[in-house]
């Protein structure tokens, strides 16, 4: 018991342990947030599959036998005393029960066997030397069955438990007949001593199918690598779905999938939704995830040394990669996920800013949810990797947002996996195309043009008297220089120069200054590049002028872009792919059967009362000794009824 | 023959059970006819079972005998008011101030925290009046409490027919439903063992509920009510939250009756506070028929996970914590029953497993992943 109880303790550290620590994680996660030597040795202990660890579950072995020795220790006695009306209990073991008293009237025996069977008690009568007769009476005899229920099932469910554990895969990884693989192969070249075949009782594991494809075995994970199970049929995905309430939450995954046997050649279709797996040949297929399938993607590839340039057309496939030359250089171009719905929370988190008055009158309102789910439209992302490996890694919306009523096309851009992605809005034009702001940009960028720009910014601001005349050239060498200096490095190279070259107290109203000489000369910048490409200058009102600005603000990110090359995505095919988890567990019903007598057996335990009533009938008189399981009221209340009952019959006969 | 032993409760039937039973076959049968063509096999099955533990519970307590249908009748009155449109929530009168699922709760959460204040002050100055006035209102909130879930449930198809859902799904619901469960299990053990002095603590725990609810609504604006996801739509979900509650409340409760002994046991309140030995009793049922229900719960859980997740067993943090609750109380039991503990040791054990329930109840939600996320805060 004690050694139980120790056990068991020992058992609730380690699944602590396995709670705090994120099971099942990839190695180099672990040795990347541990650090070379606690990475080893937390590996050494198992501890990033604890529940699958010998020692995990050499312990839980122990618990099933020391629980199987409790049954069989205690249980004869139990069954003993189970089965006992312990009608030989002595007059002084009478005496010294708690509740029992001696009636000096004395009782008919027919009347008293009448008395203890009407209340359903099992009787035993022994006729004693002394002439008088003892009936001892019982009921609730179950509640030691209990006993036995509650602790069987605990071997039982360990017994089930065992069954799908994957001990027999432990000893084949120990004996070496086993082997997880751990470099990324394509299925079928993955060696035998990684592959399972049909005959395994017992396996999970997992396999993500594309429409149209179709899989023929599952993958799971074992210490640093995984192991193939072969199955004993074919899935197909035909087609994946995914419903949305209106307020953009998911609503249903479900995959139309073909089950093809593969001895029989027997085909036959389903529809598998979370919460509604298949079952066929005793492996059940579970909805687990979904995602993309590898899509067929169009692309507009904006080469940003000649942005001005009409893009080029590129195609490509989601999760593949393909080389790209821009400019004389080669590239590696590699796509990460279609996500056709981007479902985001564009709503201003709503506590924030609201009255006490409006809280309280929010929280008596009965509404949906008023978080503004919106799904944002279909995303792409890509890394492009260059020479020297070197990669950067883009996030690519395709549908124009609108922010404060302008309409915008959005890109993220970040270096390190781990960041955050960093966003640039490009402005769109009236044909709801980057075309304008790839026009300006050049512009920006082509020292050629600065000196038409200078005159026109110079004469336009002689012309409205911002500058004196004195100030002209001064002025004019200022735009110029402001020009290139953005176009080398954006706003941040100007705030660069700033803080190098200027002092503290006065960088303030440069700053200002600089700005109102890039917001002037960009009006000019804009008609320049409509003029060289032949186009109509914009007009001047707040709508141009507002892109304009944008545009400032666009050209400066697309520094920190570092891509020789903007990838527009223009149109996709989308094919999706399903993430099916597969098991076999032959221990579940078992597991279940012990659960039931487990909970048979926590009832009988505490809410089945055990009674015994003993009546000694002697010739003058009348001992009366009641017992319970329990030492509870309502056994002082039972033996006062009694005592007053028996008083009462005994005074009338 | 005249019964002196106690009897199983089946023999004791009189015609005012039979009476309140077939009030209940009357309903069921009433909301069979009503909805089910729309219901499942499963989920008729569910009303056949759950009619039987309504009759079983008003034949086993009385007190649930006008409890369930006031809650029942209230909540039917809302749904007369709101006459199938939800904008009524904030036209009409009764709703908007009273009958609402939220106002519901908000009354709730008042009543909560003047019944412990009530419970407090009769405790200390020994009137009898203002703890049963303690206990009216505990009664009382927990009519709202049932009344507005009810409500809730309705409300949530108003919104939409695809929204409709049991309202058991998220953190602030079952917040409710653990209020609600835990003051029903103590006025259950006060009227049995005429504890009523241990309503100051109980209430305690249920007024910490209350207060969290309170900020998860005006902090978090958790109390909107949202359609449920793939993973969540099911049938278990109706067996398997409200099986755990009777356990995640049985245990609270268990340890605020631990502290009040501890308490006496050490001479403070010991003259204001009925004596440790019946304490000891009731904490010590509570513990039995929370772990009771806390196993059958997790059974569930691990039956629902076998249609859902691809196992019974996962090892998931929740399903992890679940079974480290469970140890920890089989161990309490075992020592009360093998080795014959009683008093002060399990009275503390008692309290600290309600600081290991509570890790299981949030702590899992707030600082461990895994499958259980959708109570995060």
Redesign the interface.
């Known amino acids: 018991?004690r050694f139980a109880?120790g056990l068991?303790t020992i058992?609730?550290i380690a699944?602590?342990i396995?709670?705090?620590l994120?099971?099942n994680e990839p190695y180099p996660n672990y040795a990347f947030e541990f650090g070379p030597f606690w990475f080893a040795a937390f590996e050494k202990l198992g501890l990033y599959d604890?529940?699958h660890s010998s020692w995990f579950l050499l312990i839980l072995a122990f618990l099933v036998l020391s629980t199987t020795l409790c049954i069989i220790r205690n249980g004869p006695a139990f069954l003993r005393d189970m089965k006992s009306f312990r009608e030989r209990a002595t007059d002084n073991s009478l005496r010294a029960m708690r509740h029992s008293q001696q009636l000096d009237r004395p009782l008919d025996e027919a009347q008293a066997m009448?008395?203890l069977q009407?209340?359903?008690?099992r009787v035993k009568r022994a006729a004693r030397d002394d002439g008088s007769v003892l009936l001892a009476a019982k009921k609730g005899s179950a509640n030691k069955l209990g006993y036995f229920f509650a602790h069987i099932a605990m071997v039982v469910i360990c017994i089930g438990?065992l069954m799908?554990g994957n001990l027999p895969l432990k000893i084949g990884e120990l004996t070496g007949s086993i082997k997880p693989e751990t470099r990324d192969l394509p299925q079928a070249q993955i060696p035998e001593q990684s592959r399972l075949g049909t005959g395994n009782l017992s396996f999970?594991g997992s396999v993500t199918v594309p429409e149209g494809k179709s899989a023929d075995v599952i993958f799971m994970n074992s210490g640093n690598g995984y192991l193939v199970q072969e199955l004993p049929f074919i899935v197909t995905l035909k087609k994946f779905h995914v419903d949305y309430?209106?307020?953009g939450?998911?609503?249903?995954?479900a995959s139309d999938i073909v089950v093809t046997d593969k001895d029989s050649g027997k085909t036959s279709e389903h529809t598998i939704?979370?919460?509604?797996?298949l079952v066929v040949d005793g492996v059940?297929i579970?909805q687990?995830s979904f995602g993309d399938g590898g899509s067929p993607l169009q692309l507009k590839a904006w080469n940003l040394q000649t942005p001005q340039a009409a893009p080029t057309e590129i195609k490509g496939n989601s999760l593949g990669a393909q080389p790209l030359k821009v400019n004389g250089r080669d590239y590696k171009l590699e796509f990460g996920e279609l996500r056709v719905f981007n479902v985001e929370n564009t709503g201003a988190p709503?506590?924030d800013d609201k009255s006490l008055e409006q809280?309280?009158k929010?929280?008596?309102?009965?509404?949906?949810?008023?978080?503004a789910l919106k799904n944002i439209g279909p995303s792409i992302s890509f890394k492009l990797r260059d020479q020297h490996g070197q990669a950067r890694e883009y996030q690519h919306y395709m549908a124009p947002m609108q922010q404060d009523g302008e309409w915008y096309q959005v890109a993220g851009v970040r270096s390190d996996v781990g960041q955050p992605f960093q966003y640039l809005r490009l402005p769109l034009d009236k044909d709801m195309s980057i075309a304008s702001f790839m026009r300006l940009y050049a512009a920006l960028k082509d020292p050629t043009l600065y000196d038409e720009i200078r005159k026109r910014t110079t004469a336009k601001a002689m012309q409205g008297q911002a500058i004196s005349p004195a100030m002209q050239q001064q002025f004019s060498d200022s735009v110029r220089w402001v020009l290139s200096r953005f176009a080398e490095g954006g706003f941040k190279a100007l705030e660069q120069f700033l803080d190098d070259k200027v002092p503290a107290d006065k960088r303030q109203a440069i700053a200002q200054t600089y700005i109102k000489i890039l917001q002037g000369a960009v009006v000019d910048v804009m008609d320049v590049a409509q003029a060289k490409a032949g186009l109509a200058p914009w007009p001047q009102d707040a709508k141009h002028y507002r892109f304009l600005l944008d545009g400032l603000v666009g050209a400066s990110a697309l520094q920190d872009y570092a891509a020789p090359v903007y990838l527009e995505m223009s149109g996709f095919d989308q094919v999706q792919a399903s993430g099916l988890?597969?098991?076999r567990?032959p221990g579940?019903n078992v597991?279940?059967l012990g659960?039931l007598l487990?909970?048979i057996g926590?009832?009988l335990?505490?809410?089945v009362r055990e009674?015994r009533?003993w009546l000694l009938l002697q010739r003058d008189g009348t001992r009366l000794a009641m017992t319970s399981n329990r030492h509870?009221?309502?056994l002082d209340?039972?033996f006062e009824?009694?005592v007053g009952?028996l008083n009462k019959q005994a005074g009338e006969a | 023959m005249e019964m002196v032993l106690q009897q199983p409760l089946y023999k004791r039937l009189a015609a005012g059970d039979w009476l309140y039973a077939l009030l209940i076959v009357v309903a069921a049968g009433y909301s069979f006819s009503l909805y089910g063509s729309a219901m499942d096999y499963y989920e008729q099955l569910i009303l056949v079972g759950s009619s039987i533990g309504l009759v079983a519970l008003g034949w086993f307590w009385p007190s649930w005998r006008w409890f369930f249908p006031l809650a029942g009748s209230v909540s039917l009155l809302a749904i007369q008011l709101y006459d199938h449109n939800l904008a009524r929530a904030a036209e009409s009168f009764g709703l908007k101030y009273l009958l609402s699922s939220q106002s519901s709760f908000m009354w709730m959460c008042t009543l909560f925290f003047l019944a412990t204040v009530l419970y407090w002050a009769g405790t200390l100055s020994r009137a009898g009046l203002l703890m049963r006035m303690g206990s009216g209102l505990t009664w009382a909130a927990a009519v709202f409490a049932l009344a507005g879930l009810f409500t809730r449930w309705y409300e949530s198809y108003l919104i939409a027919a695809d929204v409709g859902r049991i309202p058991v799904s998220n953190l602030y619901e079952v917040f409710i439903l653990f209020c609600l469960i835990t003051a029903l299990m103590y006025l259950y053990y006060e009227a049995k063992f005429a504890v009523r002095q241990v309503g100051a603590f109980v209430l305690l725990v249920i007024s910490a509920a209350v207060g969290f609810i309170l900020w998860y609504t005006f902090d978090r604006q958790a109390h909107e009510i949202q359609p449920l996801i793939p993973a969540l739509q099911s049938w278990w979900m109706k067996i398997h939250v409200p099986a755990n509650f009777v356990g995640y409340g049985a245990f609270a409760m268990s340890a605020m009756i631990g502290v009040a002994q501890l308490l006496i046991r050490r001479g403070i309140l010991a003259s204001r506070l009925p004596s440790a030995e019946v304490l000891d009793e009731v904490m010590y049922k509570a513990i039995a028929v929370g772990f009771l229900f806390f196993t059958i719960a997790t059974i569930l859980g691990a039956m629902w996970a076998a249609d859902a997740w691809g196992g019974y067993w996962s090892w998931d943090p929740k399903e992890t914590w679940a079974l480290i609750v469970w140890l920890n109380y089989a161990a309490w039991l075992h020592m009360r029953l093998v080795k014959g503990w009683r008093g002060e040791p399990l009275a503390w054990w008692a309290v600290v497993g309600l600081l290991v329930t509570s890790f299981a109840f949030i702590g899992v939600n707030m600082f461990l992943s895994g499958l259980h996320s959708y109570g995060a805060l």
């Open positions: 018991m109880i068991l058992l609730a699944s602590i396995g709670t705090v994120k099971q604890v529940y009448r008395l009407g209340h359903g008690l438990g799908d999970r309430y209106s307020n939450m998911p609503k249903l995954f939704k979370v919460n509604h797996p059940a579970y687990a709503g506590s809280r309280l929010d929280a008596r309102s009965v509404r949906q949810d008023t978080k988890q597969m098991t567990s579940k597991v279940y659960s487990l909970v926590i009832i335990m505490f809410y009674v009533v509870n009221r309502d209340q039972d009824r009694m009952y």
